[in-house]
């Protein structure tokens, strides 16, 4: 698939069978998925816009290119892709960051809106969209149609697993974004959870279960 790219690197790897581990605790399971997102964050912003300012090194002065971070908005879907921010600000800190609030219906498991705010001018930003689980892709492809709604343009999705499932989805319905993507996974269960999966990515994060 164009514009899909799955992670192969051995410390994103290492990580992900951390996060999976049931007997993972909250704190442990944040900080992975922190670590997780810097670490996919560091290829998917490898295009990010530079802008050369001028800089006087012992010798000499010279124009040298710096990231233009207030170009870059991180966008989580709550919850879940609030755990995936702070990694991302950690490499781009003068980074906005708006929010997306989706919850999947437990019987329909079809996504429902329930907050948007995003920082203006959102169609100058690169827009990268932050969520955990791409499971059936219900969440991601409705998080970036209303950027598109709202005038986002160059938008680019990232997650830690994805199922086959909803990577074709958002793929299918979005095929202009950049998706980027730590593992894929086996298969979606009856209830839409990702097989072997970690769980309920919000929940795991937030220890409400
Ligand atoms: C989870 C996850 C994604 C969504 C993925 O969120 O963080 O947003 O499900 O599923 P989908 O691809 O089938 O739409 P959830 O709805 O459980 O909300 P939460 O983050 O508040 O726990
Ligand atoms: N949301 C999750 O948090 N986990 C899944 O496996 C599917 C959707």
Redesign the pocket.
């Known amino acids: 698939m164009d514009n899909v790219i799955i992670m192969d690197h051995p410390l994103i790897q290492h990580k992900i069978s951390m996060l999976r581990d049931k007997n993972t605790g909250t704190n442990e399971f944040r900080t992975l998925v922190s670590e997780i997102a810097m670490l996919e964050g560091f290829e998917a912003l490898k295009d990010l816009p530079t802008e050369d300012v001028e800089i006087e090194t012992p010798i000499e002065t010279t124009m040298s290119p710096m990231i233009a971070g207030r170009k870059l908005a991180v966008v989580p879907i709550l919850r879940?892709g609030l755990g995936m921010v702070d990694g991302i600000l950690s490499l781009v800190p003068t980074a906005k960051v708006g929010h997306i609030g989706l919850y999947?219906d437990p019987e329909t498991h079809e996504p429902h809106e329930y907050y948007c705010k995003l920082p203006a001018p959102i169609e100058e930003r690169t827009i990268l969209v932050v969520d955990?689980?791409l499971?059936?892709g219900g969440s991601g492809s409705e998080a970036v149609d209303f950027i598109k709604q709202h005038g986002g343009v160059n938008i680019k999705f990232m997650c830690i697993?994805a199922?086959p499932e909803g990577l074709e989805r958002l793929h299918k319905d979005h095929p202009d974004i950049q998706i980027y993507v730590g593992h894929l996974d086996r298969e979606?269960n009856e209830n839409?959870?990702?097989?072997p999966?970690?769980?309920?990515?919000?929940?795991r994060i937030f220890g409400t279960k």
Request: aromatic share 4%; proline share 5%.
């Open positions: 879940a999947r955990p689980m499971a059936t697993i199922a979606l839409a959870y990702i097989c999966g970690l769980g309920d990515a919000g929940d």
